[in-house]
């Protein structure tokens, strides 16, 4: 499922570019500068491996490191911070210094940019310091070829390329699964490189933020500031890469093209929770690199992928295995389960099934008895239709007899009126005036003719 994001406005914001080393955070965030996002005051002096700058807050870094170092770490180590410890009372206490250094380093720019690669394994803590002080936070994933930040590393940290590629698949799982919820976009380097007004479009589109200078008006000054001569490796294939790195690369390449996609959640967490198994003791780097492309791979390994490795390393790769072997079929036990629940479930979802289909088939029996009754009375009913309108008809024949009677009464009255008339005294007396009237009448009517 693609996510959306609604417009918002970018006030009181922080853009947080959260990335692996020598992912192309800097780069990012010095874009991110260039369209107008606030930039720490006390950012880390450039150097030669980074002669544009890294954009990042010196005091930040430091305070980070303590962060880290509180909770057993370094920047270098590949495996997590404990859940515990961001709940502890202790690091509860960091929150206000934190806020504090919040405020010295980026004033009231309403909207700003911070960047520190450690802050994908301290993005808990971050988040809350913000949230506290009323500013919204929007994510900003940076993604390269692990094995591109692994040659990095070995050039300026001279850290074996295991270890970076540890390095790189720990930050990237921490980063995404802790900035879940959050508005967010991921990119590739790449892309920026090729393309920054285009990629800074997007990103701000995905973020559901505006930026102070649009993208298309700082053109030529994000063309000068984004150069190819800021990577310096370009690997082009993963083949050489552990399956769980690759899955974890391919993810994150199709939801820079495409956006993000929720249904992809689920691999990722397994992928995490392995890895996390995995890395629980701190073996060597080239044996638990080795661990994690035997635990993904797609077949068994061969003589000569052991060769190489002493009875110390055997005896340490035996036990990670084993662990992983462990916690993997803990976790086909529990899908186990998982599949008896849902088939039970869909067994007793049938079984009510048929019992519906039973009562549907009553009713519809007892509907179609009703149907049939209900034809048998419209029969009755149209057959009693004449005996109504008889009964009808009778009702108006004796009402008619009625009136007739009523109207021989009143001509009966009449005739007996003008009997009493003609028998009155009134009627003889004024006889002869009658007489003398006609022949008035008669005289004139021959006259006249």
Not at 100 to 127: H, Q, S, V, Y
Request: proline content about 5%; overall charge neutral.
């Amino acid at each position: 499922m693609r996510q959306q994001q609604e417009m918002h406005e970018t006030r009181n914001c922080v853009v947080l570019v959260l990335g692996m080393h020598r992912s192309g955070t800097s780069g990012l965030t010095g874009s991110l500068g260039i369209l107008g996002c606030g930039l720490p005051s006390s950012q880390i002096p450039k150097s030669n491996d980074n002669p544009k700058g890294f954009f990042e807050s010196r005091p930040v870094a430091y305070f980070n490191d303590d962060l880290l170092k509180s909770g057993g770490l370094s920047w270098k180590d590949w495996a997590p911070m404990r859940p515990e410890w961001f709940s502890a009372k202790s690091t509860g206490s960091l929150k206000t210094p934190a806020a504090t250094l919040i405020n010295e380093e980026f004033g009231a720019a309403p909207i700003f940019a911070m960047k520190d690669p450690r802050i994908c394994r301290l993005f808990p803590f971050w988040k809350k310091v913000f949230q506290a002080s009323g500013v919204d936070v929007v994510v900003l994933h940076a993604h390269r070829h692990p094995m591109d930040v692994a040659k990095s590393l070995m050039a300026r940290d001279k850290l074996p390329l295991s270890q970076g590629l540890l390095l790189w698949i720990g930050h990237v799982l921490q980063a995404e699964r802790d900035s879940r919820g959050c508005r967010r976009s991921f990119n590739r380097f790449g892309d920026l490189l090729a393309n920054p007004v285009d990629t800074l479009r997007l990103v701000q589109d995905r973020l559901g933020i505006r930026f102070p200078h649009p993208p298309e008006r700082k053109r030529q000054d994000l063309a000068a500031f984004l150069t190819p001569d800021q990577r310096h490796h370009q690997t082009t294939t993963t083949d050489e890469l552990p399956t769980m790195i690759r899955t974890v690369y391919d993810i994150l390449n199709r939801w820079a093209d495409s956006g993000e996609d929720t249904t992809d959640h689920a691999t990722l967490d397994r992928i995490h929770d392995c890895l996390i198994e995995t890395l629980r003791d701190a073996a060597d780097p080239e044996t638990l690199l080795l661990a994690l492309r035997l635990v993904g791979a797609e077949r068994a390994p061969e003589p000569q992928d052991l060769a190489d490795l002493d009875q110390k390393a055997l005896t340490a790769l035996t036990g990670v295995l084993a662990r992983t072997g462990r916690h993997l079929n803990q976790v086909l036990q529990k899908k186990d389960s998982r599949l008896s629940d849902l088939s039970n479930a869909v067994n007793a979802g049938q079984e009510t099934l048929a019992e519906n289909a039973r009562h549907i088939e009553q009713e519809t029996f007892v509907r179609r008895q009703l149907e049939a009754r209900n034809d048998v009375l419209q029969q009755q009913m149209s057959q009693m239709r004449p005996v109504a309108e008889l009964a009808t008809a009778q009702e108006l024949a004796a009402r008619r007899a009625h009136e007739i009677d009523a109207l021989n009464q009143q001509i009966a009255q009449a005739q007996h009126d003008r009997d009493a008339l003609l028998n009155s005294t009134i009627w003889r007396s004024t006889a002869p005036l009658r007489r003398l009237i006609g022949a008035l009448k008669r005289g004139k009517q021959a006259g006249s003719s």
